[in-house]
């Protein structure tokens, strides 16, 4: 541990020699004797000493009690009074000093060590006190918040900030009333909150309030408050942000999200009165969809009634005249017998071509809505008719109770065979029907040629045929295809009527 270093001021040269010895053999350091005030001073000055043992009478133009002062105010150095003997007058002049203690010739090495000691003590921690009270004073000082200390209702203690503020000069605030720098309608409310702290009562840290500034204005301030010691009895002390601009950003915010849910709730209500139009519309289109292909279904049925009824009877009735003709011309060995038999082939095959009608045109007897028979007959029809192996697989028992359903999932599967045929060169075509609990599923499958730019063929005819079709009976219609792999069209659709 670093030895202290002390400065003995004293005329007399053999006490002063006494005194160093003393202290030396304490453990102290003595580097310095000074004989008079002004000495003294300089040692300080130009050295670092711990402490000053100071002779209260000293010869010279200043005693020991101007030297100490001095030493106090400009050098801040503990001073520790050596005298033989002091009157009330000196003593009191000493106290202004702020000595670190006295000591009374002759003195003792138990005495003083102790002075020392405690003097050095004292210094230290004092030392320590002022530096931390500097640090603070800096601290608050240049804060950007207003620091305040109240007593009694009254200001205390200011700092720049909170000048700044209020507009006050410090001079002007510290002994002013706070409620004097509250807007009115907050004084009441400022009054209670430091009333039941200052009664020990339980209060909010932080609050909002306005403040009245010198010049009459108002801010918008936020304060953190608690209780603290000032000069050794309870205070208020306050940490003050002004937030009048936080208030306005605030303000303006509110404000626009006030708008913005304004606007949001007209958008809302023009969005909600679109989409109620929409539905009509949808549903209007779904009526008209539904009506033209009911109408396309009418008008099929009707066209090959009367093909039927008319131009089939014809036929018939010109297949026998044709016939006979023929029969007559061989039976007279007439050369235009060969002529009416090519007029009677024609005639069946044009017959041929217009039963081909009427079975695309009559899926089913209307009575008996029995799409399994549909699909076979479509699948042998289509074997039979175009030289293509079409199968069909039913898993199942396999009802649907809707004629509606019926009819257009059978219209579903014919385009979907003629869209192979037409697009596709298969080797064989497929259709498959299955029951999974309440969904009938109709799959036509191909191994042809698929379907190039697949996303752009989703818009032709036959498609949006089928889409119409699965969209009229409320089913899905998926649509696979891979080139050279072939196309797989499924139509899945949930019968109402059977699940209730």
């Known amino acids: 541990m670093e030895k202290a270093s002390i400065l003995i001021v004293e005329d007399n040269a053999i006490i002063a020699k006494d005194l160093q010895w003393q202290l030396e053999d304490l453990g102290y350091l003595v580097p310095f004797i000074a004989a008079t005030g002004s000495d003294a001073i300089r040692r300080v000055r130009e050295n670092k000493i711990d402490l000053v043992l100071m002779d209260i009478m000293l010869e010279g133009q200043m005693d020991g009690i101007e030297t100490a002062d001095e030493m106090r105010t400009k050098y801040r150095v503990p001073v520790v009074y050596l005298t033989a003997y002091a009157d009330d007058e000196m003593l009191k002049r000493a106290k202004k000093t702020e000595p670190y203690g006295y000591l009374l010739k002759p003195v003792s090495n138990i005495e003083m060590r102790s002075a020392i000691e405690m003097a050095i003590y004292k210094y230290n921690m004092e030392t320590k006190l002022r530096e931390s009270e500097e640090k603070y004073s800096l601290l608050v000082e240049t804060a950007k918040e207003g620091v305040f200390i109240i007593k009694d209702g009254v200001y205390k203690y200011a700092n720049r900030a909170m000048t700044d503020i209020v507009g006050y000069a410090v001079e002007e605030l510290l002994g002013m009333n706070i409620l004097d720098t509250v807007a009115p309608e907050f004084r009441p409310m400022i009054a209670e909150k430091y009333k039941a702290r200052m009664d020990g009562r339980h209060v909010a840290s932080t609050y909002e309030f306005k403040a009245l500034c010198k010049r009459g204005q108002t801010k918008d301030v936020e304060l953190s408050a608690g209780l603290i010691q000032y000069k050794g009895e309870p205070a208020f002390m306050g940490i003050v942000r002004d937030i009048t601009e936080r208030k306005i950003v605030e303000e303006e915010l509110k404000k626009h999200r006030e708008q913005l849910a304004g606007l949001v709730e007209e958008r809302t209500f023009e969005l909600k009165a679109i989409n109620e139009l929409l539905r009509e519309e949808i549903a209007e289109r779904k009526v008209l969809e539904k009506a033209i292909l009911e109408t396309e279904e009418r008008e099929l049925q009707r066209i090959a009634f009367e093909l039927h009824d008319g131009l089939g009877q014809l036929l018939a009735g010109l297949s026998l005249k044709s016939q006979s003709l023929e029969d007559i011309l061989k039976e007279n060995s007439m050369p235009e017998a060969e002529l009416a038999s090519r007029i009677t082939f024609l005639i069946d095959k044009a017959k041929g071509h217009l039963r081909l009608l009427m079975q695309g045109s009559l899926p089913m007897e209307s009575d008996q809505n029995n799409i399994v028979l549909s699909l076979e007959e479509l699948a042998s029809r289509t074997t039979r008719n175009f030289n293509v192996p079409c199968f069909f697989k039913c898993s199942g028992p396999v009802a649907i109770q809707t004629k509606a359903a019926v009819i257009h999932m059978y219209r579903i599967a014919q385009e979907a065979v003629s869209n192979a045929l037409r697009h596709g060169s298969p080797g064989h075509i497929e259709i498959h029907l299955s029951r999974e609990k309440d969904a009938v599923i109709l799959t036509v499958k191909d191994n042809g040629s698929g379907i190039p730019d ?47």
């Open 454 to 500: 697949m996303h752009k063929k989703k818009s032709g005819l036959g498609l949006k045929i089928m889409n119409y079709r699965a969209n009229m009976i409320n089913a899905s219609l998926d649509v696979r295809s891979e080139i050279n792999r072939g196309t797989s069209i499924s139509c899945t659709f949930t019968d109402m009527n059977d699940m209730e």
